[in-house]
């Protein structure tokens, strides 16, 4: 036994591991109220233009899938650090996070094209709630692909030291939680928003 | 220097005595302080000690000192609204105008809540919950140093319209819309009020991280869930609220800011808005507040009453069982904020119910503290007339909220002066004494001395007196027709002499604070005298008492295993007589991150107020430079050597 009480490894993984839960739950009740202020200001469009005007599906639908291919190779990206596979980690990575830019790319695409027609969040309650919920979830992949970029930097000065592990880890976890917070966009807003009510 | 002073009346628009007095105030007291220091040659102290600690009792004593000055800030913009309604309600005009008698009502709310019931509350907890956990520190040291420095943002934003001039929000304390929209609202006071609440909201949220995990995964070996004290308890009660409705708070905040800064539509009148959506959101996050703050207040009692009645906690599974369904209870009950404004007689009716049920868990908890002290050795010390005077006050507050929540009652009083006492009744009767008797309690933990126990009593005794006489007019005023939020009164309406009367309790409730104050400083002078050496000066129960006062940085030495509920009670029956030896500790180092990244959201804030974007933008990059700087240091952690430990532990007479 060691002469020095530290905290060991495994109490210090465990502990940020279920802290950073504990945060994503948090932002589960971000965008809990978001939806809320979504689901009660949908229909007030002002006369303005509702979803079923508005909505592209094929085009959200593309942007879905990219995004689920990215979390799905997320999940190799969380593999190959398990297996401490250097060379496959940082492929992944980066491929989770170009895919991440491109689903980005149309986001904002979307959102020019929607302001350059005239429909802006200041035109209704019901754009600017959908802008800033669709929007508030294209900040996190934003700032997960920040993330994702500091931990290849990491990688490469730091190898596999225990605590970039642990990033590793918790940047899959968040990237799935921004995958499930998507799919609830594509549900109630873009799937039920293109209805003809 | 007269013309620096005259500029910044100039600033503020005109040269009301009021404002110029605040600015004198604040500048003169930052200026001062800082003298101060530098003559005492004391900023390396502070900068390695304080600024840049990670050590939470560090870090507890900075919030409170915080939390005290606003405290002070706080009174002043209480005594100003009393004195104003006393000279109103009898004809007189008295010296603040509409806008500004609205501008303070909304000051003193925020401050009390968020910097200063919030700041004691996360103070104790800093200070209290690792030791009695039996932890060496929290889950996350910079993490908490962070919010440390967010609150103190928030701070600093909501002073700052005092000195640059310019207007305060005028909205009352949760600025309902369309009132704070930039149609009815559109000086940048709205904004200072959003800023400030938001920086210090998100430092709250990641406290509420931080300590959640610590209580779920830093207790010592042995201590399961039914072992902990019971203050840990209600402080994890506490947090789980601070989960789930901080967040609520920061959305809605946002989508106000996003309202106001970019033409949005989500609480306007016009374009579709519906104001009513904000009401709930706030609500959905203001009712669990109060609760958040109220808990601990609760813990403290139950451990004051234990170790002052020299028994062991009456119902300890009962208690745990209560604090869960008020942590529960209190997140279904929002809707009871408004009653009246149209939800229908059946949507009012759960809820009223709902918030009557609260009652129940609230009395299963009064019962226990009276159980524990029947035929206990009760010994009537300061902190124990902080729990007389709350179990009284608290229950009158209690039964006037079970009156609040029938929905047909409450269509009577609703926005009436009854409302004002009986919040003030849970807050003052409640949060305050709460934290009072807690920071009486936990003062020679916290300092290595006690506070003088007869300038307690005396200024226990005027708080409980002043705050019946300053309240119960309140709510005869409320029952007699008096609307709230009114600096001036009708003369015939004849509510001069309750206003009077008031006044003449806000006086008494003065004259505690002023003793509070010089026992503090009589208690600082003689600490010698009062000096606790033994580090257990109540004959405590649970593991805070078993270390020195104050605690070292490190808390424990040695991290035993917990047997029982009382463990150091029980420790203290059979001294264990085994010689240990040592081992270095490592501790996490300071770091001045936490306030670099204060210092950048405060420039942010102020840049969002006043629509500088690019100083919002180049903020928002710097801070999270920082960040990466953070993430990226490995060199974070400093070793304690045994034989300092050794020299530390031998030097009281512990065990």
Redesign the interface.
């Known amino acids: 036994m060691s002469?020095?009480?530290?905290?060991d490894e495994q109490?210090r993984e465990?502990?940020t591991t279920?802290?950073f839960w504990?945060?994503l739950?948090?932002?589960c009740?971000?965008f809990?109220?978001?939806f809320?202020?979504y689901a009660?200001?949908r229909n007030?469009?002002?006369g303005g233009p509702s979803g079923f005007e508005l909505f592209n599906q094929k085009f959200v639908l593309t942007e879905t899938l990219i995004l689920l291919t990215s979390s799905f190779i997320c999940g190799l990206v969380v593999i190959s650090a398990r297996k401490k596979d250097m060379d496959r980690l940082v492929r992944y990575l980066a491929i989770t996070g170009l895919l991440g830019v491109i689903f980005l790319g149309m986001e904002i695409y979307e959102f020019r094209s929607l302001i350059n027609e005239g429909n802006s969040?200041?035109?209704?309650?019901?754009l600017?709630?959908f802008?800033?919920l669709v929007g508030t979830h294209g900040l996190h992949v934003f700032v997960g692909i920040?993330w994702m970029l500091?931990l290849q930097w990491?990688l490469l000065f730091?190898g596999f030291?225990p605590?970039v592990l642990t990033?590793v880890k918790l940047f899959g976890m968040f990237w799935h939680f921004l995958d499930v917070v998507w799919i609830f966009i594509f549900t109630f807003v873009y799937l039920l928003g293109g209805l003809k009510l | 220097m007269l013309g620096l002073l005259t500029n910044f009346a100039h600033l503020s628009g005109k040269t009301d005595p009021v404002i110029l007095g605040a600015q004198i105030a604040l500048i003169g007291g930052i200026i001062a302080v800082a003298l101060v220091i530098t003559i005492l040659g004391r900023w390396r102290w502070l900068w390695y000690e304080w600024l840049t600690s990670l050590n939470p009792k560090r870090i507890g004593v900075m919030y409170l000192i915080v939390a005290f000055l606003m405290l002070l800030r706080g009174a002043v913009d209480a005594f100003m609204l009393r004195l104003q309604q006393t000279i109103g309600s009898g004809g007189g005009e008295g010296f603040l105008d509409a806008n500004h008698f609205q501008q303070v009502f909304t000051a003193h709310g925020t401050l009390m809540i968020f910097f200063v019931a919030m700041g004691l509350m996360f103070g104790i907890i800093n200070l209290i919950l690792p030791l009695q956990i039996g932890s060496r520190d929290v889950a996350f040291p910079f993490l908490n140093s962070l919010s440390f420095w967010l609150y103190l943002v928030g701070v600093g934003i909501i002073n700052t319209h005092l000195i640059v001039g310019g207007e305060f929000a005028a909205t009352g304390w949760l600025a309902y819309p369309p009132l704070s929209g930039i149609e009815y609202s559109p000086g940048p006071g709205v904004d200072y009020w959003i800023w400030s609440v938001q920086i210090a909201g998100i430092g709250s949220l990641l406290s509420g991280v931080n300590f959640f995990t610590t209580i779920l995964k830093l207790r010592r070996k042995g201590m399961t869930l039914m072992r902990m004290p019971i203050f840990a308890w209600s402080v994890l009660g506490s947090m789980t609220l601070v989960l789930f409705t901080f967040p609520i708070l920061t959305v809605a905040l946002a989508l106000l800011a996003l309202d106001r800064t970019f033409a949005m539509h989500f609480f306007t009148s016009s374009f579709g808005g519906n104001p009513m959506m904000y009401i709930n959101l706030i609500w959905a996050w203001g009712h669990p507040e109060v609760y958040i703050l109220i808990l601990p207040a609760f813990g403290i009692f139950s451990e004051i009453v234990a170790t002052f009645s020299k028994k062991r906690l009456f119902g300890y599974t009962s208690m745990v069982w209560a604090i869960i369904a008020i942590t529960f209870l209190s997140y279904i009950v929002w809707l009871h904020h408004f009653f009246t404004m149209g939800a229908g007689a059946n949507v009012n009716a759960f809820f009223g119910i709902a918030t009557m049920v609260i009652a129940i868990p609230t009395g299963v908890k009064v019962f226990n503290w009276l159980f524990t002290m029947y035929k206990g050795r009760v010994r009537m010390s300061q902190s124990m007339i902080w729990f007389i005077g709350f179990l009284f006050t608290f229950t009158l507050g209690g039964m006037t909220g079970v009156i609040l929540s029938i929905p047909p009652a409450d269509f009577q009083l609703h926005n009436s002066l009854f409302l004002v006492a009986h919040f003030h009744n849970m807050v003052i009767g409640g949060v305050v004494f709460g934290y009072m008797a807690g920071l009486t309690y936990w003062f020679p933990k916290m300092f290595g001395f006690k506070l003088h126990e007869g300038l307690g009593k005396a200024a226990a005794w005027s708080w409980i007196i002043g705050f019946l006489v300053a309240f119960i007019p309140i709510y005869m005023l409320g029952l007699m027709g008096g609307t709230r939020r009114f600096e001036k009164f009708d003369p015939s309406l004849g509510y001069h002499p309750l206003f009077v009367v008031a006044g003449i309790g806000v006086v008494i409730i003065g004259i505690g604070v002023v003793l509070q104050v010089t026992q503090l400083i009589y208690s600082i002078l003689n600490n010698k005298k009062l000096a606790d050496k033994t580090g257990d000066p109540w004959d405590g129960r649970t593991l805070e008492w078993s270390v020195s006062s104050p605690a070292p940085e490190y808390n424990f030495a040695r991290l035993d295993e917990v047997n029982y509920r009382d463990e150091y009670w029980e420790r203290k029956k059979t001294p264990a007589a085994d010689l240990v030896k040592y081992k270095d500790i490592e501790i996490p180092k300071g770091s001045p991150i936490g306030m670099f990244i204060g210092i950048f959201a405060y420039l942010f804030a102020m840049a969002v107020i006043w629509h500088i974007a690019w100083i919002a933008a180049l903020s928002i990059v710097i801070i999270s430079a920082f960040v990466v700087a953070r993430l990226n240091d490995d060199d974070i952690v400093k070793t304690i050597k045994a034989s300092q430990i050794e020299k530390i532990e031998s030097s009281y007479g512990g065990m």
């Open positions: 002469n020095t009480d530290r905290e109490m465990e502990k279920f802290g504990v945060y739950m948090t932002d009740m971000l809990a109220g978001l809320a202020t009660v200001l007030n469009t002002y969040w200041a035109t209704s309650a019901f600017s709630s802008f800033v920040v500091l990491q730091k030291k605590i990033r």
